[in-house]
């Protein structure tokens, strides 16, 4: 079984610039999420997608970042225009969204440099 | 406001030493407490999980100690070899569809 794929691995972008990054979830994983990881923390929640539709953005920065589910499968998370603290490992995973236990599965992550 | 507290923020073990985290939650809501091991590099990675309707789960060298009074938790590793070397993150979210809430991450070096 594939797991979830991220691209592109690493970006280096100057501020005010923009940037996009992809995820491809497991086959079949009806909710899709994207964290952000800070040196030195734990992930945190920015958006869950429950097949195209959005559960929770509460903690989505919405001046400057968007994300999108199209179809339900693949997702795009965007940041327009980026700041020096948006450097961060943004994370996809992936779950099947059913049953209490809920197994996230996560991708390598895109790292993101904001100079 | 930080719902899941984890420490220590680095650990340096003996191989063969039994290196324990510990974590502690606020949210008494939480029913579902995992582990992630992350390797630099990659994604984190589910390692072990408990619901607080027991209080020990062993699987390998692994072992998670639940305290559902106390609001804390904590990953024990058995027989510590170099490969164990990782941030080891608790976790803990609300029972179905939901996101994680993660520690701060603990870094282990296990040292030959």
């Known amino acids: 079984e594939a797991g979830v794929a991220q691209s592109p691995r690493y970006k280096i972008i100057e501020k005010r610039q923009s940037v996009a990054f992809w995820c491809n979830p497991i086959?079949?994983?009806?909710?899709l999420y994207w964290y952000q990881q800070i040196l030195g923390q734990g992930p945190k929640l920015l958006i869950q997608?429950?097949?195209?539709?959005?559960?929770?953005d509460s903690q989505l920065p919405k001046d400057r970042f968007s994300a999108e589910r199209l179809k339900g499968v693949d997702s795009t998370l965007k940041i327009q225009p980026a700041k020096l603290e948006d450097s961060a490992v943004y994370l996809c995973a992936s779950s099947l969204g059913v049953g209490a236990k809920n197994i996230q599965y996560f991708g390598a992550g895109t790292r993101l440099s904001v100079l | 406001q930080q719902q899941v507290k984890q420490s220590p923020q680095s650990l340096i073990v003996q191989k063969g030493g039994i290196p324990i985290i510990n974590c502690a939650y606020e949210n008494t809501a939480f029913d579902y407490f995992p582990w992630y091991q992350q390797f630099p590099g990659k994604g984190p990675a589910l390692l072990i999980a408990i619901r607080p309707d027991v209080s020990e789960k062993k699987e390998g060298r692994f072992t998670i100690s639940f305290n559902k009074s106390a609001k804390q938790f904590s990953l024990h590793i058995m027989d510590s070899q170099p490969g164990d070397s990782a941030t080891y993150f608790c976790a803990a979210h609300l029972s179905g569809n939901t996101p994680l809430v993660f520690g701060k991450g603990t870094r282990l070096s296990v040292i030959a």
């Open positions: 086959s079949g994983h009806a909710t």
């Open positions: 997608f429950q097949n195209n539709g959005v559960v929770d």
